[in-house]
C-alpha cells in the first residue's frame, strides 16, 4: 500500500520492522513495513537515516514531493526491476508495444468523454430531450474517432500523426457537447489554455496541474521512465509517458469536478478574476475548487465492490503498464469509467 506523509513538522522514525510516523502534537502512527509498497514524503517532513534504511533494505521506494509535484526518487538497490522496465520501455517504443500502447492510450481518452457525455445524455432524457440528443450526437462523433483509430495500420509510418489528429477531433466533439451542458453565463466557447481566459478552462487546467503531479508519483511508483512516451514525442523536459497515460484519467479525476461545479453553481463567475484575456481564481474560489477536487479524489471510486482512491488507481495502472512492458501481461487494460 502506498503512504503519504504531508503533515508539516512530522518525523518519520524507526521501531524494530516499523515506520513511525510523530505528528507534532504528539500523535504516534506505527506502521509495519511488510504492508508498505510507497513512501511519499511532502515539503516539511523529515525522516531518520535508520527509516530509509529499513524501507531500503525492504525494497521500498520513496518519492519526495514538492506541493504534489514529486522532485526525486529513493530507489533502493534491491529495486533492480527498475531498471529492467525502464529498459523494456524504451524497446517498446521500437517495436510494435509502442504503437499499441499509443493506441490503447487515446481510445481510453475518448472512451471516457464518451461515458462521461452519456451520463450527462441519460440525466437530461426526460427534462429536455433536445439537449439530450445533442449530446447523444456528439457522442456517437467521438465513437467515430474511436473506430477510425482502432483500424490504423500499425506499420503506417505517420500512425501517431493521425492518431493524435482524430484524438483533436473527438477532443473537439467532447467540448463542444459540454458548452451545451453549462450555464450560459460562464461564456465557455471551448477549450484554451496559455493563458485560460474563462473560468471552466481556468478550473481545468489547474485540476490538470494537480493531476499531473499525482500521475508522475505512479510513474515513479512503478519504476518507469516518465520522460520517454509512446505516443507524445520525446523532448527535453518534457514528461512524454505522464502525457500519455494522464489521457486515462482527465474526465474521471478533473472533468467531472469541474462540471459539477459549475452546474450545481458552487463556482460562479465571481470567483475569478478576470483581466484581459486571462482568467484566474479568487482565494475563496480556489479553496472552494481544491476541497472539492481531493474530496473526490480522495473518495475515488468502486470497482468490484472495493472503495479506491484515485491515487491507489493511478499507482495501480502505472503498475499495470510496467507489467505490460516486463511481458508479464500479455494485453494492457486502461483505466475506463465504470458505466
Not at 252 to 273: N, Q
Not at 299 to 311: H, T
Request: proline content about 4%; overall charge positive.
Amino acid at each position: 500500500m502506498a503512504y503519504v506523509f504531508e503533515t508539516p513538522g512530522m518525523y518519520l522514525g524507526k521501531h524494530y520492522k516499523m515506520i513511525v510516523a510523530k505528528s507534532p502534537d504528539g500523535e504516534k502512527r506505527e506502521i509495519a513495513v511488510k504492508n508498505m509498497d510507497l513512501v511519499v514524503i511532502n515539503s516539511r517532513v523529515q525522516i531518520s537515516h535508520d527509516a530509509l534504511v529499513l524501507l531500503a533494505r525492504n525494497a521500498i521506494p520513496v518519492v519526495l514531493s514538492v506541493l504534489g509535484k514529486p522532485v526525486g526518487v529513493f530507489h533502493p538497490f534491491a529495486s533492480h526491476g527498475s531498471v529492467m522496465v525502464r529498459r523494456q520501455q524504451i524497446l517498446a517504443a521500437e517495436d510494435g508495444r509502442g504503437v499499441y500502447l499509443a493506441k490503447s492510450f487515446v481510445k481510453a481518452g475518448l472512451t471516457n468523454k464518451v461515458r462521461l457525455l452519456s451520463q450527462y445524455a441519460r440525466t437530461r432524457k426526460e427534462s429536455d430531450l433536445r439537449l439530450s440528443k445533442a449530446i447523444q450526437q456528439k457522442v456517437d462523433e467521438i465513437k467515430e474517432k474511436i473506430d477510425a483509430i482502432e483500424k490504423l495500420d500499425k506499420d503506417d509510418e505517420s500512425i501517431k500523426y493521425k492518431i493524435m489528429g482524430h484524438e483533436g477531433d473527438g477532443t473537439k466533439a467532447y467540448f463542444e457537447a459540454i458548452k451545451l451542458i453549462l450555464p450560459a453565463s460562464i461564456r465557455f466557447s471551448g477549450r484554451n489554455r496559455r493563458p485560460p481566459s474563462d473560468p471552466v478552462n481556468s478550473s481545468l487546467s489547474y485540476g490538470y496541474a494537480i493531476l499531473y503531479g499525482k500521475m508522475m508519483l505512479g510513474i515513479a511508483a512503478a519504476g518507469l521512465e516518465p520522460f520517454a512516451g509512446f505516443l507524445h514525442s520525446d523532448r527535453s523536459g518534457k514528461p512524454a509517458l505522464v502525457l500519455d497515460v494522464i489521457e486515462e484519467f482527465r474526465q474521471a479525476v478533473v472533468d467531472r469536478v469541474v462540471f459539477k461545479c459549475f452546474t450545481k453553481r458552487m463556482l460562479k463567475i465571481t470567483d475569478f478574476d478576470v483581466s484581459g484575456d486571462r482568467c484566474l481564481f479568487t482565494d475563496s474560489g480556489k479553496k472552494r475548487y481544491i476541497e472539492e477536487f481531493f474530496k473526490n479524489y480522495d473518495d475515488g471510486l468502486k470497482i468490484n465492490e472495493r472503495e479506491y482512491s484515485f491515487q491507489r488507481l493511478i499507482i495501480k495502472q502505472c503498475r499495470k503498464l510496467a507489467r505490460y512492458l516486463l511481458k508479464k501481461s500479455p494485453t494492457y487494460e486502461p483505466f475506463l469509467l465504470p458505466w
